[in-house]
């Protein structure tokens, strides 16, 4: 690639703005999608569809700037490969066929502004693991990448079972939403938020990287407003929502 240590940083410190941008937004405007789509945005996609064209990028894209680095077959760098895909071929290609609600659309805006988004965040996780970074054996036996893979792991299970209980609250054909109840449901309204938040903190310890925490930050500046929207959202819509129910950290936030 023609790319270079500068260009990189460049663009590492472009996604670090973009999570400052991202978080004044989205405090201000609710991201039109789900329970928050309007009307007002603008032509619409079928929103299996959707996720699967906006999170492509992370798969293949990732994948195939991932293969021109020059630590491409070093262990560590595999490794760090081995947990991005496992997170998201399952979300591209497995969590949009478990949802639930035939016929929901998103705006093709959104789609769109995650597409490109997806775009620069691969380019930036993947060239710095394979290529700018520098992995070698010795990272094998530090403890951040085993506390952050273990961060990683702990967060993708916890975000896996919410999303399931969700998309378990509607039979097939269903498109409402009801109240979740139990696990970590009794103490947050946004579980799959907090096990997405853990799993980017546990790459960027993994990867003790300025990539890895400018994603990080943006996907804390991304749905951190979305889970006090969404809770917001819960407490307007049902009289009988749990009081004690917080937004997305238990007993605080
Ligand atoms: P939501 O919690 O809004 O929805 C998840 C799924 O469950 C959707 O299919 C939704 O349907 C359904 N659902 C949600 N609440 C209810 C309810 N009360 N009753 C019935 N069905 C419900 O999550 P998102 O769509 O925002 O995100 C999906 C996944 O993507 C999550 O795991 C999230 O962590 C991840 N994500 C990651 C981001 C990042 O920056 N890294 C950014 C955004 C999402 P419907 O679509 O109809 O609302």
């Not at 999570?19 to 937004?25: E, G, K």
């Not at 990080?216 to 959202?233: D, E, S």
Request: with cysteine; glycine share 10%; aromatic share 16%.
């Amino acid at each position: 690639m023609a790319d270079s240590p500068e260009l990189h940083r460049g663009a590492t410190w472009v996604l670090i703005g973009l999570a400052v941008v991202t978080f004044v937004v989205l405090r201000r405007i609710d991201a039109p999608y789900g329970r928050h789509q309007r009307a007002s945005w603008g032509p619409t996609m079928p929103a299996r569809l959707g996720w699967i064209v906006m999170e492509t990028p992370a798969v293949l894209v990732f994948a195939g700037i991932y293969f021109q680095g020059q630590h491409r077959f070093e262990l560590v760098p595999l490794i760090l490969l081995g947990m991005w895909q496992f997170h998201y071929v399952q979300r591209t290609y497995v969590f949009p066929f478990r949802m639930r609600g035939e016929g929901k659309t998103m705006p093709i805006v959104v789609c769109a502004l995650a597409f490109v988004f997806q775009l620069l965040n691969s380019y930036i996780n993947a060239r710095w693991i394979s290529h700018f970074g520098s992995y070698g054996g010795e990272w094998l036996s530090d403890p951040r990448l085993w506390i952050g893979a273990a961060l990683f792991l702990g967060g993708w299970l916890i975000n896996f079972k919410a999303d399931a209980m969700l998309i378990a609250l509607r039979k097939p054909g269903e498109q409402g939403y009801k109240i979740p109840r139990g696990w970590l449901y009794e103490r947050i309204s946004c579980p799959n938020y907090l096990g997405e938040m853990l799993v980017w903190i546990g790459w960027a310890v993994a990867t003790w990287s300025l990539a890895g925490f400018g994603f990080a930050l943006y996907t804390i500046a991304n749905i951190g407003p979305r889970a006090l929207a969404n809770h917001r959202w819960y407490r307007e819509t049902f009289e009988d929502y749990p009081e004690q129910r917080k937004a997305v950290i238990p007993y605080l936030l």
